[in-house]
């Protein structure tokens, strides 16, 4: 149990085009979703924490409205990266709760800007 | 000071041997505390988590918890050449539940 799917697994894009990442609970629902980015050999950063049918919470240093997340569903959430650009290259990870503490990890996502 | 602090490593131990993690960290108000591994280009993995003082045991793996001197651990018995991996130190400070992450520690079993 507590599977969490994203799609697509890699993206290659040019600079300036938008990327729309998936993330899907799939077999249960997910109150609360999170986006975190990791760059190579550091830890994780939370972007974000994506609740259904509301606005997401961005952390600070997080540009809103460059990544911008819907959840629309309890077991959907996406991630979009408009006017990507080569910095914001790097592995992008969802996680997902039931409720509870614990976080389920997608399998994340390796974006690369060219 | 980080929030969550972990020695980076490597770690190496030798095969069969207990592997040992450590993590502090700096808010007396964190709640529950997770290790998670994570294999080279890959998502984390729960390993598992812990709530109170003490130690919790699953299976080749032992959480110990110490509120009182802001440190947890991960022990591995029995370390594989499959444990090795970064393992994530994570800390919920009750906000959310979202969860502050160490940067990790590499550990290195060698057959």
């Known amino acids: 149990g507590a599977v969490v799917s994203q799609h697509p697994s890699w993206v290659i894009c040019k600079s300036g085009t938008s990327v729309k990442i998936e993330c899907r609970s799939l077999d249960f629902q997910a109150t609360t979703m999170f986006w975190y980015r990791q760059f190579p050999k550091q830890s994780l950063m939370l972007m974000a924490t994506?609740?259904?049918?509301?606005?997401?919470?961005?952390e600070q240093g997080v540009e809103k409205d460059k990544f911008l997340i819907n959840h629309a569903s309890l077991t959907l959430s996406t991630l979009t990266v408009t006017s990507a650009h080569p910095e914001d290259s790097s592995f992008y990870i969802c996680?997902?709760?039931?409720?509870?503490?614990?976080?389920?990890f997608g399998p994340g996502t390796r974006l690369l800007v060219l | 000071q980080k929030e969550v602090e972990q020695n980076s490593g490597p770690l190496s131990v030798p095969e069969g041997a207990i592997a040992s993690l450590n993590c502090t960290y700096s808010d007396r108000g964190s709640q529950s505390f997770f290790w998670y591994r994570q294999y080279s280009g890959k998502s984390p993995e729960l390993i598992m988590f812990i709530y109170s003082n003490g130690d919790k045991e699953d299976g080749r793996f032992t959480a110990q918890l110490n509120k009182a001197s802001q440190y947890v651990s991960l022990l591995i018995r029995d370390s594989q050449p499959s444990d090795s991996a970064t393992y994530l130190c994570a800390v919920n400070k009750g906000e959310g539940n979202k969860l502050v992450f160490g940067a990790g520690t590499i550990l290195r079993v060698k057959s």
């Open positions: 996680s997902a709760t039931t409720g509870k503490e614990t976080q389920y």
């Open positions: 994506s609740n259904e049918g509301s606005k997401a919470t961005y």
